[in-house]
């Protein structure tokens, strides 16, 4: 049996999120070769962290002296705070709701919008206390941010707010990994609104940031005084691209074990709605993970897993609860060995870009798929370390 992580006590399954904290660490020091010492990073942990999970990774880079954390939702920022992370936190987006609790908890959201100002605003004045924002711009992306013809009027307004400090001004690339001449244009753009801003007020704000992951490697010029590098810290690439340009360590491996191996004869069909049939005399393995651990039911027939350094095939309809592989090729291959759904391995890594690309979306929403019911088990050295 090939298993070379032990279940740690009190978790009964053997499927795990195992996340390496050295690989964080080492990532976090790669991007900052790329950047200007004056340039302060936001590491982007919403989503819980990418699926790594937004306490241990945060805490982590805290004590790596990572100067803000950018998260997506109130309550994200929340929970931050309630885990002891004492840095900056920018909340990149706030509703119609929460900004008392932001105040509360000194989290500063984004100000995004006119309705957005307006609440804002309103919510400081009555609460009568200091709050921190940072103004979004649109400079190219669409989706949210306050338009050339909006913004400098909501900045006057914000400016003229007695407990409303513009602590940051932000946009968002929306290429930057795959078209250079257009993210220069943001870029431009941004620039002038920024010196725009510098006439409003002198300096306009002491965080201006526009450049994601992708943003720090294709272009630097786009640092400026704060970063909000994302993918690129938990070791996974925004387009294949940035491999050639930067090495990063993919901080998960996503793993299981194998449940039973069974010998069918040909013709036999397997899992739900009998989607393959044996094609010869079969040994298929059962594992213990399925689509309701985050391992994507459009896997089936398509995906592979790593066991014993080795591809074994995804064959039938992936499960809530349990997946089937071919190992007919792999006669070793028994009860109880694990098996690398994706990430590194002992020996080989199997690339959560590589299952992305194959069933047509991107590594960030295979990341974020791994569901909260799989234990995350935090590594340093290659071994299991307690996470407060």
């Not at 942990?45 to 790594?52: I, L, R, T």
Request: proline share 7%.
């Amino acid at each position: 049996m090939n298993s070379p992580l032990s279940v740690p006590d009190g978790i009964y399954r053997s499927t795990l999120a195992v996340i390496d904290l050295d690989a964080i660490a080492d990532n976090l020091r790669t991007l900052r070769s790329l950047l200007p010492r004056s340039a302060a990073v936001c590491a982007i942990v919403k989503a819980n962290a990418y699926g790594h999970g937004a306490v241990p990774v945060s805490r982590e880079l805290q004590a790596r002296g990572v100067d803000t954390f950018g998260v997506a939702t109130v309550e994200e920022g929340i929970e931050l705070r309630q885990a002891g992370i004492e840095r900056p936190i920018l909340v990149l987006g706030v509703g119609f709701s929460g900004i008392e609790a932001a105040q509360e908890h000194g989290l500063a959201p984004v100000v995004y919008s006119p309705g957005s100002a307006e609440r804002i605003s309103q919510a400081a004045r009555r609460m009568e206390k200091p709050l921190s924002v940072h103004l979004k711009i649109d400079t190219g992306m669409g989706r949210i941010g306050l338009l050339e013809d909006e913004w400098p009027e909501i900045l006057e307004d914000l400016l003229e707010n007695p407990w409303i400090e513009v602590e940051g001004i932000a946009t968002h690339f929306s290429s930057a990994d795959t078209d250079k001449d257009f993210t220069l244009t943001q870029l431009g753009r941004f620039q002038e609104a920024v010196d725009r801003a510098g006439r409003m007020r002198n300096p306009p704000a002491s965080r201006i940031h526009a450049a994601n992951s992708a943003g720090i490697v294709n272009h630097p010029e786009s640092a400026l005084t704060m970063v909000r590098p994302g993918l690129l810290l938990y070791g996974s690439y925004p387009d294949p691209s940035l491999r050639d340009k930067i090495t990063v360590k993919p901080a998960m491996t996503f793993r299981t074990n194998v449940l039973l191996v069974k010998t069918l004869p040909p013709d036999s069909p397997v899992s739900y709605s009998r989607t393959f049939y044996t094609q010869r005399v079969s040994r298929i393995a059962t594992l213990a993970v399925g689509y309701a651990d985050g391992y994507r039911r459009d896997l089936s027939n398509r995906g592979w897993v790593l066991i014993r350094g080795q591809k074994a095939p995804v064959v039938g309809t992936v499960t809530m609860d349990l997946t089937m592989v071919d190992v007919t090729d792999l006669p070793e291959v028994s009860e109880g060995d694990e098996a690398i759904l994706f990430g590194p391995g002992e020996q080989v890594c199997l690339p959560v870009e590589d299952l992305a690309e194959e069933i047509g979306t991107i590594s960030y929403e295979l990341l974020c798929a791994v569901s909260r019911r799989v234990p995350r088990v935090y590594t340093r050295g290659g071994k299991i370390v307690d996470v407060p």
